[in-house]
């Protein structure tokens, strides 16, 4: 078997171990490389920070633990963000998991911000049905949501006294892995109701929501465990996102190490066999 | 009438919707808020039938003694703890329910996912060849943004992050409008196909 | 390293499923299992709690609203379809779902990716301020921000006319055809590139919790 054969059949399990020690050597060992913020995060923290104290922003979690590494950086920060500036939340969840994971995020952020749940923040849970339960809000929240995620009527919390529709909240923040998510609140309350919305996605879906940003149908969107990082950066704190940064390099570095040593050798065989 | 009947509901309820974003007034703005509040239930029920499925093989797969089965023995127990969980305490946190979820749900679910970022590299090494022109506009086009999204990027070239930015904000959302206004003619008239009767392969089967 | 009981099983698991990297073996299924089963329990409870209870029963049993009765009825013909005979009756119920979804999907998809994409591409064909900057300070930065609404397009329009298949790929349409090809694998490379980031992300993200919560080295 010739060289170039040998490293074209190279054991996975090496790759594997590879990538492994790419990424488990910066976090142990940090570089501290800067953290650039790019234009679409800059957009995202300047919508919220151009709410006034008391708006209402209603944060939709879509997202499950499989893609919690990227997100749920996102879903702390911004829950920081809005109670540092006296915003009231309320959140809902187009995927069950997503509603777990909202309800943590803001209740480790209310014990640090002195927040009450249902005066300041409350969780109306999880509808089936995506697209159609966005455009039922539209009309009616509470006969939607008659009670929150953990059965308790919807009445007997202050926070939710003037709430009928669209027309009481200020800004909507879909946190979203996939389907339904991002995608459905443009299409219905932005494209319908004409509310601004942001997104916090994941990289994999970020490049496909280019197209609303440039038509000013997302006014911000935050992009995976990266544009996590931007945006702890732009509030000043450190979080698990920013604490990833250096191993995400080290390991963009590995891949396309690979790639390029992998053409090498596939343009010497090429070569080789004319 | 086990095909005509469902090929009426299908058309009402798409025509209803259609109308009321048309005409926002009654009676299709009623009829809309029904259908809505109709819709979040009967979506439960197909969800419901997802997890039936699933019990109904795995159930059968322990009876039968299928292959694998002491496996399908721990799915179900799993099942029954959690539900149980859920049914006894609730699902708010601070519960045995919110303890499994995160205890055992999370780190599963995230290190399933996580095992992709290994398949990647080795699909990278493997696959990612500069056949052809167009392929190698896609490599470079990747190796650009993988480069430019990450500090180390900005550490050996300070401008690179920029070039990232101006692939993302053009040529890559021009190439995706493109797809995603193609998706949408192609999601549009299957809808209308589907309203109006022509499109009947979602009532094959059973 | 942690005395957490939770953080300990979580750390084993995490490291069950790991092992599938080695090769498929009885700890990776029996956590693959668990997983599947704990899961399809979550979203039933979920089910229960947030939707059947307060958007179900309350309003059936608890409100009297009567024509609830309808959606309970063509939730249970959802579920004959777990039996042979029976089976048919689950298109009801279906057809509502896919008539409903039809409805949304042809308004939404016009109005968001057909008429306001559309809209965006042609509103700014060329930005004059970008060329006059251009011009004003020749250089590497201006130069690509005056083309850049150019590049927009003329990307969008040769991915669409790639896209049309009624007319075969050749001549100037072939061309054009074939320019588009080129933005689309740009697309795709930049996805391409966003996905590595994505899956590395979950893996920092997996490794993190053993080095920081686990074993408590970071």
């Not at chain 1, 142990?28 to 490389?33: Q, T």
């Not at chain 3, 029963?57 to 024509?67: C, E, M, R």
Request: aromatic residues 16%; glycine residues 8%; neutral net charge.
């Amino acid at each position: 078997m010739s060289i170039v054969e040998r490293f074209e059949t190279i054991d996975r399990r090496i790759i594997f171990f590879l990538i492994f020690l790419a990424v488990i050597v910066p976090l142990l060992f940090p570089i501290g490389l800067k953290i650039e913020v790019s234009e679409p995060v800059r957009m995202f923290y300047n919508t919220i920070e151009e709410l006034e104290a008391g708006s209402f922003v209603l944060i939709s979690a879509e997202y499950d633990p499989s893609t919690m590494p990227e997100v749920y950086p996102m879903n702390e920060a911004l829950v920081k963000h809005c109670f540092a500036k006296d915003l009231k939340i309320v959140s809902i969840g187009l995927w069950p998991q997503g509603v777990s994971l909202n309800q943590t995020a803001m209740e480790q952020a209310a014990g640090q911000y002195g927040k009450e749940y249902g005066a300041d923040f409350i969780n109306l849970g999880y509808k089936a049905g995506g697209i159609v339960v966005i455009s039922a809000m539209g009309e009616d929240i509470p006969t939607t949501f008659p009670q929150d995620y953990a059965l308790r009527p919807i009445e007997q919390y202050g926070i939710m006294e003037g709430i009928e529709n669209f027309d009481n909240i200020d800004l909507i923040v879909s946190l979203s892995a996939g389907d339904p998510g991002v995608r459905e609140w443009v299409m219905i309350a932005q494209g319908r109701y004409r509310k601004d919305v942001i997104g916090g996605v994941t990289a994999v879906s970020a490049p496909a929501f280019y197209p609303f940003l440039d038509a000013g149908q997302l006014k911000g969107l935050i992009g995976g465990m990266k544009g996590a990082a931007e945006y702890e950066t732009l509030l000043g704190q450190i979080g698990t996102a920013s604490a990833g940064m250096d191993a995400q390099s080290v390991a963009h570095g590995m891949i396309i190490f690979f790639i390029i040593f992998a053409n090498f050798f596939y343009f010497l065989g090429k070569r080789r066999k004319r | 009438m086990r095909r005509q009947g469902p090929l009426i509901i299908t058309f009402i309820t798409g025509a209803v919707i259609i109308l009321q974003y048309f005409i926002p007034h009654r009676p299709f703005s009623d009829l809309q808020q029904l259908f809505n509040s109709w819709f979040l239930v009967i979506a439960v029920f197909a969800l419901i039938l997802g997890i039936g499925n699933l019990s109904k093989i795995h159930i059968g797969r322990v009876v039968r003694r299928r292959e694998h089965w002491p496996y399908s023995i721990v799915l179900i127990v799993g099942f029954v703890i959690m539900f149980s969980a859920g049914v006894i305490w609730g699902i708010q946190r601070g519960t045995p329910f919110y303890y499994i979820f995160w205890n055992i749900h999370i780190p599963m679910g995230s290190t399933m996912f996580a095992l992709l970022a290994f398949f990647v590299a080795s699909a990278s090494y493997r696959a990612f060849r500069a056949r052809t022109p167009e392929a190698t506009v896609l490599l470079v086009s990747a190796i650009i943004v993988m480069l430019s999204r990450v500090p180390l990027g900005n550490f050996i070239w300070k401008d690179l992050p920029l070039v990232g930015d101006w692939i993302m904000a053009y040529p890559n959302m021009a190439g995706q409008r493109a797809i995603w206004m193609g998706i949408a003619l192609g999601v549009v008239s299957t809808s209308l196909r589907i309203i109006l009767g022509i499109e009947r392969t979602y009532l094959s089967g059973r | 390293m942690t005395t957490d009981i939770g953080t300990w099983i979580a750390a084993l698991l995490t490291l069950c499923i790991f092992s599938f990297l080695y090769r498929d073996n009885p700890f990776y299924k029996f956590a693959e299992h668990l997983f599947v089963g704990i899961s399809a329990a979550y979203w039933v409870c979920y089910y229960i709690y947030n939707i059947l209870i307060p958007n179900l029963y309350n309003p059936l049993f608890i409100q009297g609203q009567l024509l609830f009765i309808i959606p309970l009825i063509l939730g249970v013909m959802m579920l004959m379809r777990l039996f042979p005979q029976p089976a048919w009756m689950s298109r009801f119920p279906l057809a509502f779902i896919v008539g409903t979804y039809a409805g949304y999907n042809f308004i939404t998809y016009l109005q968001t990716y057909a008429i306001d994409q559309v809209r965006a591409t042609m509103v700014r064909v060329v930005d004059v301020s970008a060329w006059q900057e251009f011009f004003a300070h020749p250089g590497v930065v201006s130069f690509f921000n005056a083309i850049a609404i150019p590049v927009v397009v003329v990307g969008v329009i040769t991915g669409l006319i790639y896209f049309f298949f009624s007319r075969e790929h050749k001549g100037v349409f072939g061309g054009l055809a074939r320019t588009g090809v080129w933005f689309l694998m740009i697309a795709f490379g930049a996805s391409f590139g966003y996905t590595v980031m994505a899956r590395i992300s979950l893996l920092i993200g997996r490794l993190y919790f053993l080095l920081h919560d686990w074993l408590q080295l970071i």
